[in-house]
């Protein structure tokens, strides 16, 4: 540790970027995640190459990386996602890598689960960062980019990525969602299961023509997954669009219990929020 600490504080409140740079690039771990930090809460966009590098660096510590990853965020420039990308498939690997060195070491003191879920958990927390970057950033790559995060997380903490992306996503749509409506039907269109009932989720908040009537398509594929036939009809609930209760209503014809059911609340959901006018004669 250096007798006397660089005053990060100081150097955030003069907005001295030279100063924090010079930070960044020194040999303290802690010290340069603090000037990470300071440079994202300062938006400072002319110094995103430099957090950048210490975002991919090999030498940077797990710490620093997911600080330098909130600092991307923070600075909300769609000319970092790229980056953000590389670090997720380094995460990715890395992960890999490490767990099948920490499991094969011949003098290891403790069971493969042990190795698997601290490495797992440690790089979880780097992704969870990326994705929540990727969020604040928003726009329509970032969309995409948490998508194919969706898409292909695997692992040991699968689950709680997935979380944080589809947290990320939502996030994204809460400013002016309708323009995405074009890009969630394409997604509802993938490979992947995850990320086609998220996307019926997220049309379910958004409305309107194109999102009913994308949902309803969903619904009514026999092919379709169950969840996201599921997540499509729970959907159209949320919308609360009239338009959609004469289908909601063949869908009672279904040979499908469980369509039917999920039609059936649907329904339910929509007559609920526009009561037909009472005859009080």
Known sequence: MPLFAPNIAAMKEKRDLAGLLMVLKGKEA?????????????????????????????????????????????????????????????????????????????????????????IAANEYTLRSAIAIALGNIGGERA??????????ETGRMESSVKSDVKTAISRVLEEDGQRFAPLLCEELKRASVDVRQWAAHCLGDLGGEQAMHALIAA???????????????????????????????????????????????????????????????
Do not use: C
């Open 219 to 281: 619904a009514y594929d026999e092919q379709e997954n169950f969840d996201v036939r599921e997540a499509a009809l729970l959907s159209l609930a949320a919308t609360g669009d009239r338009r959609a209760i004469p289908y909601l209503e063949d869908l009672l014809h279904s040979g499908n219990r469980s369509v039917v059911r999920d039609a059936q609340a649907a329904l339910t959901g929509i007559r609920q929020r526009h009561p037909l006018p009472r005859d009080d004669h």
């Open 30 to 118: 802690r010290a340069r995640a603090q000037a990470a930090q300071a440079l994202g809460e300062l938006g400072a966009r002319s110094t995103i190459p430099a957090i950048v590098e210490l975002l991919q660096s090999p030498r940077t510590a797990l710490m620093e990386k997911i600080t330098a990853a909130e600092a991307l965020g923070w600075i909300k420039d769609e000319t970092a996602i790229d980056a953000l990308v590389d670090a997720m498939a380094q995460s990715r690997e890395r992960e890999r890598a490490s767990i099948d060195a920490a499991t094969s070491a011949p003098n290891r003191r403790y069971r493969d689960n042990f190795y698997v879920n601290r």
């Open 143 to 152: 969309v995409r980019v948490l998508f194919d995060m969706l898409a292909t």
